[in-house]
């Protein structure tokens, strides 16, 4: 016998737990699908430590989306009793005209985000760990800071578990139809009814949504120990920062948090299929990060503790997808991702189970839409 949900969410990353949580705590009845067992390092969930700011460089249009997503991640930890949320303070480094300098300006005068414009030399005097470039300038927020990724998918699938959402692990999702009265999804050990479908499969979402236009990029870590002075790089000595070293060319890096200090370019890998990728990390990899660590923040060019690949899944123009199908509005589609989302996962939830009860959400997410990406991006899916 075939069961039947209210709502049936395909992949339980930070997208998919999310929307699990808040469609369940609404009252609906929901199964949530997950291939694999997370939280898990597979996909872009993991990481141990990401990267939250409000002087959103990539448009003005996230800034409030981030600011609720503040709000939601403190609801989480207060509901999960966990701490998902560490505030270090944030800066955006590059060269005063720099995509990255000029972006977070645009957002946080955009939306009175409190920000201060640093020089170089008043960066080197705060955080003497960060020596960038001469003629750089820095935009230092407050509020930014670290968010526990693997702690932060666990806590939405107990919570949405808690407010009775089913959830299914090891079940991946074969395929799904939509008969203009509900969608049937099918797995290799069952088959499930709903009247709505939330496709958040993040880099397997092509799978299921075959002609999206997305692409999927393998990215590489790296944990290094500080060679000296370890407490310059603790949270309170060393805020979360991206660098803009050249034109369009960006690295980030995290505060030691007792497993060294996080290293990464930003969009400078290759595209893989998710299910056939090169999951360990080259010698050369490292030393390509390596490079950057010694021109900017050299006291951290010690030993490797620890390196990872992780997932990102573009768009071509590196905004989210948030979007029901075009032939099939029953399926609401999910790649809020392009290697900057996770920050927003309990906010994109929230959202979904707007769009998915009464079809529109809080927050406006008109520039998320798939008519932006043109026929590719929309009938033809």
């Known amino acids: 016998m075939v069961r039947s949900f209210d709502v049936i969410v395909v992949g339980l990353g930070v997208m998919g737990s999310a929307t699990a949580y808040h469609l369940a705590r609404r009252g609906l009845r929901v199964l949530g699908l997950e291939r694999f067992w997370p939280p898990h390092w597979l996909g872009s969930s993991h990481g141990r430590s990401r990267i939250i700011r409000e002087a959103y460089y990539e448009h003005p249009t996230y800034v409030p989306l981030v600011r609720r997503a503040y709000e939601l991640w403190a609801e989480v930890e207060a509901e999960a009793g966990r701490r998902l949320f560490l505030q270090t303070g944030g800066l955006t480094v590059g060269p005063p005209e720099s995509e990255l300098v000029q972006g977070s300006l645009l957002s946080a005068r955009t939306h009175g985000v409190a920000h201060e414009v640093l020089t170089a030399a008043e960066v080197r005097a705060r955080f003497p760990a960060l020596h960038p470039d001469p ?56 088959t499930y009814r709903a009247e709505r479908l939330v496709i958040a499969a993040g880099a397997w979402v092509t799978r299921l949504v075959p002609d999206l236009p997305v692409q999927v990029e393998r990215q590489v870590i790296v944990w290094f120990e500080p060679r000296s002075n370890p407490q310059a790089f603790r949270p309170g000595h060393l805020p979360v920062f991206i660098v803009e070293h050249a034109p369009g060319k960006q690295f980030y890096g995290l505060p030691d948090l007792g497993e060294g200090i996080k290293i990464a370019r930003h969009h400078d890998g290759e595209l893989v299929d998710p299910d056939l990728v090169d999951r360990e990390v ?72 707007d769009l998915v009860t009464v079809g529109r959400s809080r927050v406006d997410v008109s520039f998320f839409g798939l008519g932006r990406l043109g026929p590719s991006g929309g009938a033809r899916l």
């Open 282 to 353: 080259r010698e050369g990899e490292v030393e390509s990060v390596r490079e950057l660590l010694r021109r900017y923040v050299p006291a951290a060019d010690g030993s490797v503790l620890t390196a990872a690949v992780c997932l990102y899944t573009n768009a071509p123009d590196h905004h989210f997808i948030v979007d029901f199908h075009p032939a099939h509005p029953e399926v609401l589609i999910l790649s809020p991702c392009s290697g900057h989302g996770f920050k927003f996962g309990p906010a994109i939830g929230e959202i979904a189970a």
């Open 135 to 190: 003629e750089m300038v820095a935009v230092w927020e407050q509020r930014a800071g670290v968010l526990f990724p693997e702690m932060g998918v666990a806590a939405l699938l107990g919570l949405a578990r808690r407010h009775g959402a089913e959830l299914k692990f090891g079940q991946e999702v074969t395929g799904w139809d939509a008969d203009g009265s509900g969608v049937q999804v099918q797995t290799r050990m069952g």
